[in-house]
């Protein structure tokens, strides 16, 4: 058996047979007391002898069954114990967009534009007509709102102004200037006071 066999029962075996040898010894040696002594102390050398065998034998501590089988359990803690999960990093600020700007305030004048006009003129020795396309002008925010709101009362107040007029009244650059001025006259005689500040003309086409 080698020395890892040797458990609690072998040393107390050992330790048995020690003491029952020194007993022996002891009683046959009574009478002579220098025999004695030098058999207690081979009883002696042969305990300490055991005991150190036992408790470093192969320079290793006792190994009892409770021992081997403790330091198995705790061989089995360490492999089935599952490695800690590393601390995922926090995902990195993302920084929301700005809003877009507000859109610029139109501070402009206001263009509205009207369809071209196609009429017979006033004179009466021949047959003319005339094809005018005008583009009305304001600074009020809500002209374009009031013309669509009033645009077929414009347009019939102007279609009779324009078919008033004879060639000789609108053929020079003073009598189409003229006819500007009497068109903001008759829009804003419908859409309000002071609303169409100019008249303009995109085409203007007399036969």
Not at 41 to 57: K, S, T
Not at 76 to 81: L, M, R, S, T
Request: aromatic share 6%; charged share 25%.
């Amino acid at each position: 058996m080698g020395w890892k066999g040797i458990g609690c029962r072998g040393f107390s075996g050992m330790w048995g047979a020690a003491q029952a040898d020194g007993a022996s010894s002891l009683t046959a040696q009574s009478k002579n007391g220098g025999e004695m002594s030098k058999q207690i102390e081979r009883v002696m050398g042969r305990m300490v002898i055991g005991v150190g065998l036992v408790a470093f034998g192969l320079g290793g501590p006792v190994f009892s069954p409770v021992n081997v089988a403790y330091a198995e359990e705790k061989k089995e803690e360490k492999k089935e114990a599952p490695p800690a999960a590393a601390a995922k990093p926090a995902p990195p600020a993302v920084a929301k967009p700005a809003p877009p700007p507000p859109p610029p305030v139109k501070t402009g004048p206001t263009i509205f534009d009207l369809d071209p006009f196609l009429v017979n003129l006033a004179d009466t020795a021949e047959t003319r007509f005339a094809k005018i396309t005008i583009k009305l002008e304001s600074r009020t925010p809500d002209f374009s709102q009031s013309m669509d709101e009033h645009i077929h009362q414009v347009r019939d107040s102007l279609l009779l102004l324009i078919s008033s007029k004879r060639y000789s009244d609108i053929r020079t650059v003073e009598g189409k200037l003229e006819l500007r001025d009497n068109i903001v006259e008759r829009v804003n005689a419908i859409v309000g006071e002071g609303k169409a500040t100019a008249a303009y003309f995109t085409d203007f086409v007399v036969q």
